[in-house]
């Protein structure tokens, strides 16, 4: 039988506890039972975040969040920044236009971090700006920004930090609290080892002020509406039960291990995989490694997108290319979630083999 190596960046491979709960037959949701375990959940998650806020549970993949993170907090005609360092951060500015608001745009180079002295001037400059969003780690690229320092920046102003951990909640270091995050976004189906479909968004009292003021037009993520059904430990509309049961689980493996040692293992395992990367001879991407995801540059010459594929459909083992402008250019590589390091193993022996038969000299 073919393998079946899940090493991409989301959605990454479940455990079997949560698999199991997922194939438990339905409950309903408007019962004593099910409040219990969405309470329960919507307790616990906050741990992972390293916040006493509240954390809203969505319906929707990771994007849901980021678009309520916007739509909640702003009014039209609003200015935000935008730290753009890859792919998803441009839906950032992708979702802030098409909600009428002025994005102005911080680019920088692709593979590496901000420089939060550049977010410091670019507020002091624009004193206006309501504001700075940015990814914890950008996925595409697999950087890892200077969250900290950023909070500390955006806590000297009026601006929200508002910061995409999509990816990284659950596998980079993110002090939700302790930093002065304001909104912080996650989604199911990366560190957190579930399927896709659920999106988390914690609300700093910061940002809650904002809450009522805003008044971009939205429905299904009127935050408003979760905000008071999660009195009654409920929420507005219909939830994905199966997710949120399966939830507990996957929160029953982090308490168990205790996140911090969550954290450190995918920091190690990144260390591993960059170093293997470097012992077959290729180049680190990303200046600023995340403990979420890695990226190797190909080889000159050599199609990553072929790469990729033959590794996927002839030998079972999915890794991620480049997005965008780094199509064809890089490999990525997860160590978060239920990742293991024979996972890595397995993975880079194929990548080296795959390369081999291309006749790239590997070591
Ligand atoms: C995966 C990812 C997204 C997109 O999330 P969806 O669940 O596909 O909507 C956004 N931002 C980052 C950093 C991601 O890794």
Known sequence: MKKNILLAPGPTPIPETVRQALAEPIIHHRTPQYRAIFAGVSERIKKVFLTQNPVYTLTGSGTSAMEAALVNFH???????????????????????????????????????????????????????????????????????????????????????????ISGLGADRLETDAWGVDLVIAGSQKALMLPPGLAFLSVSEKAKKRLAQANLPRFYLDLRFYEKSMKDQDTPFTPAIGLVIGLAKALDLIETEGV????????????????????????????????????????????????????????????????????????????????????????????????????????
Request: a neutral charge; charged letters at 25%; aromatic letters at 4%.
């Open 75 to 165: 009014s039209a005609g609003d200015e935000v920044l935008v730290i753009e360092s890859g792919k998803f951060a441009e839906r950032f500015t992708e979702i802030a236009k098409a909600f009428g608001l002025k994005a102005h745009v911080l680019a920088v180079t692709w593979g590496e971090a901000v420089d939060p002295e550049k977010v410091r001037e670019f507020l002091k400059a624009h004193p206006a700006v309501r504001s700075v969003c940015v990814q914890l780690c950008e996925t595409s690229t697999a950087v890892l920004h200077d969250i900290k320092a950023l909070g500390a920046v955006t806590a000297a102003t009026e601006a929200l930090l508002i910061v995409d951990g």
């Open 260 to 363: 911090l040692n969550v954290f450190k293992r995918c920091e190690q395992l990144g260390e591993y995989t960059r170093a293997q990367f470097k012992a077959l001879g290729l180049e680190i991407f990303s200046k600023a490694p995340s403990a979420t995801v890695s990226a190797a540059l190909m080889p000159k010459g050599i199609d990553g997108e072929k790469v990729t594929n033959v590794m996927r459909d002839e030998k079972g083992v999915t890794m991620a290319g480049g997005q965008g402008a780094l199509k064809g250019k890089i490999v990525r590589v997860a160590h978060m979630g239920a990742i293991r390091k024979p996972d890595i193993d397995e993975g880079l022996r194929i990548l080296a083999e795959t390369l081999r038969e291309m006749e790239v000299k590997v070591g």
